[in-house]
């Protein structure tokens, strides 16, 4: 039921009470700041302390007049309303404080009386008597009207609501949105799994499982605060378009602290200067490579040849050679990191100089340790040398001799040459490192020293990761738990996984559970259709999809001047509302926009923060992830070409479309799409 009379004139007083409460906590949070530089102890904590509060206000004052809540539960009297009997909660993205001594305005949809207001149906209602739903308009925010389902008597309008398809179905303008309002039961489940628990997240194009990674870690930071903000989240997107796309989710949802960034910026925060064919990375990213590279550094480990003696003023200290061989092979049995190793074995002779001075009646001070440690250096690097990761793979990927020894047995000579390097740099410093190569430095550093580790990490797009990736990301979160989003479907590297047990492994999680999504709300069913069909093309075993919705439009066109056809279409889409997207293999692209610009229309090109241009220019390997209101994709059989998985990289692009998608094509269409 849509009300817009009087009970919408007490929603709107109530509203203009929440609004007082946000205006009376960004005063209390500025006053917080100025009190805070008098209070902390030393200027560390002084530091730390400004800059928080300085964060709290900022947040605060940053939304002021935005939709302070989404819904409302009226809880029954009943024994199945336990604690909440008779009470009413207002839900938002944030918590609203009322005055001194009395509740809340307003829950934080994360509070665990708020699960019920995604959880509960007509079949069970949680006790729940009325729960209503909120319209607002845009720009500015305005409450519209509400809808109310009485879920006590048994009435509930699930996929009728008006004011979910509304907000499902609302222009995508900007970056990617929160979905606090529409969250649904089986994507809540999801959000709220506990924090030890690892998850895999199979969800078809639009059925917000990228949503459903963000809000998760909004949801965890919530409920166990204290511990990841010691230990950290870590978000690892595709690349930094769709980092982008998704940066303004969770600062809307009051939560700053997450470091999101990819995975090949994690590894090199410098972009790479090399290149690698297709050959040369697909055997970078093999698995078998960390076996290479183990053999590669512990090659390095000698055998003493021949006793150690340390002079100590008139007297002279002897370890024979069996007692050191016997040090160096137990260091290399327990199987620490090579750093700690070099350490063990260092502090092992130095405990049998130690042994000796002190059966001969000596007192051994640190002075005399540290003395004893310095003349054991030279014996430390001959048979345990320091080493940097990146000699350590310039060492094999430069020298034949070298990477046929570490990779005999494992790699056939085929693949050898492929990763060997044509003209080997002067050394490690002035090579020009790849991408992939910076992955096998990380698998390098790992056998060293231990990397750092998070207590969450969220990894979208995972089905894209090469098993050397997974292992990098798995290093991180050994002692964490780990959500994997994506789809198989979706797998465009010549590395995709093919299925999820394996990818999992990987990951260091082969028992996290896999859980699909197959409800679309972004892709309206008439894009879904068509993507179902090509889907029966893929070499992977994944659901069929079904839209949420039943709107939208698609238009396939056969065309013998495509240049004229995509200006044609652009002009009738840019006279709806929304953003506009021209999708085409990355070597079709430039001609495409340069005849709209010819033709008046100005055109952005992905990433280009600075143009207001409602038209954007999308190479097909940069499209996933990414979501616009109208698509026009130019020459599907052009994609399906580019490369050994142009089926998945166009079934991506056919789903970025959320209301219209034109596709024309002056060659025949790919399988699937040619009826």
């Not at 950290?232 to 690349?239: D, K």
């Not at 092992?348 to 007192?363: D, F, H, K």
Request: charged fraction near 25%.
């Amino acid at each position: 039921m849509r009300v817009t009379g009087t009970g919408l004139d007490e929603e709107l007083a109530y509203l203009a009470e929440c609004r007082a409460g946000l205006r009376r906590m960004v005063e209390g949070a500025r006053l917080n700041v100025v009190v805070g530089e008098h209070v902390a102890g030393d200027r560390y904590s002084a530091e730390r302390l400004g800059r928080h509060l300085k964060s709290l206000a900022k947040e605060l004052e940053e939304e002021p007049e935005g939709p302070a809540f989404f819904g409302r539960l009226d809880f029954g009297h009943g024994p199945s309303a336990g604690d909440h009997r008779g009470q009413r909660y207002y839900v938002g993205r944030r918590h609203i404080s009322g005055e001194t001594g009395r509740p809340p305005l307003v829950i934080d949809w994360r509070a665990p009386v708020s699960r019920v207001f995604y959880q509960a149906d007509a079949r069970d209602p949680h006790g729940v008597a009325v729960r209503r739903r909120f319209g607002w308009s845009t720009r500015p925010a305005a409450l519209t009207g509400f809808e109310d389902e009485r879920l006590g008597s048994g009435e509930a309008l699930g996929t009728a609501s008006r004011i979910v398809a509304a907000e499902i179905e609302r222009p995508r303008v900007g970056p990617m949105r929160d979905i606090v309002a529409t969250i649904q039961p089986e994507q809540d489940e999801l959000v709220r799994a506990g924090l030890e628990e690892s998850i895999c997240v199979q969800g078809a194009p639009g059925t917000g499982k990228t949503a459903v990674g963000l809000h998760r870690a909004a949801y965890l930071l919530y409920t166990h605060r204290q511990r990841l903000v010691r230990s950290g989240v870590l978000i690892l997107g595709p690349n930094q378009a769709f980092l982008g796309y998704i940066s303004a989710v969770l600062p809307a949802l009051g939560e700053v602290d997450v470091e999101q960034t990819t995975l090949e910026r994690l590894l090199a925060p410098d972009p790479p200067r090399g290149t690698d064919g297709e050959a040369s990375a697909t055997v970078k990213n093999d698995v078998r490579m960390a076996r290479v590279l183990r053999r590669a550094l512990y090659e390095r480990v000698g055998r003493p040849s021949g006793p150690l003696t340390v002079p100590d003023g008139s007297y002279r200290w002897r370890v024979s050679e069996e007692r050191l061989r016997r040090v160096v092979d137990d260091t290399r049995r327990e199987a620490t990191p090579y750093g700690i190793g070099r350490e063990r074995v260092l502090s092992r002779v130095v405990g049998v100089l130690r042994e000796q001075a002190e059966s001969r009646g000596q007192t051994p001070n640190a002075a005399w340790t540290r003395k004893m440690g310095r003349a054991a250096t030279d014996f430390l690097d001959t048979v345990w040398p320091a080493v940097r990761p990146q000699e350590v793979v310039a060492g094999l990927l430069g020298d034949p001799a070298a990477l046929a020894r570490a990779a005999d047995g494992i790699l056939t000579p085929g693949e050898q040459s492929a990763i060997l390097w044509a003209r080997p740099p002067r050394s490690f410093r002035s090579a020009r490192w790849s991408a992939a190569d910076a992955v096998l430095i990380d698998e390098v550093a790992s056998l060293v020293e231990r990397p750092r580790g998070y207590g969450h990490v969220i990894v979208d797009e995972a089905q894209d990761l090469s098993a050397m990736q997974c292992r990098a990301i798995a290093r991180r979160s050994e002692h964490g738990s780990i959500t994997v989003l994506g789809d198989l479907a979706q797998g465009t590297t010549p590395w995709a996984a093919r299925d999820w047990a394996e990818q999992l492994a990987h990951l260091g999680k082969p028992g996290a559970q896999v859980v699909a999504l197959t409800t679309g709300f972004r892709v309206p069913g008439a894009v879904v259709a068509v993507a179902n069909r090509l889907l029966e093309e893929l070499a992977v075993e994944v659901p069929r999809t079904r839209s949420f919705r039943a709107d939208g439009l698609l238009r396939i066109r056969g065309t013998t001047d495509l240049r004229g056809a995509a200006v044609e279409a652009v002009r009738d889409a840019l006279g709806h509302e929304g953003s506009v997207a021209v999708i085409a293999a990355d070597g079709d692209l430039a001609v495409l926009a340069e005849a709209l610009e010819a033709a008046g229309v100005e055109v952005a090109a992905l990433g280009e923060a600075s143009s207001r241009a409602r038209v954007t220019a999308v190479p097909a390997t940069m499209a996933k992830g990414l979501e616009y209101d109208h698509v026009v994709v130019a020459e599907p059989a052009g994609i399906a070409e580019a490369e050994a998985r142009g089926l998945n990289r166009l079934y991506v692009v056919l789903t970025r479309a959320v209301s219209r998608l034109d596709v024309l094509h002056s060659r025949p269409l790919p399988a699937g799409l040619g009826d």
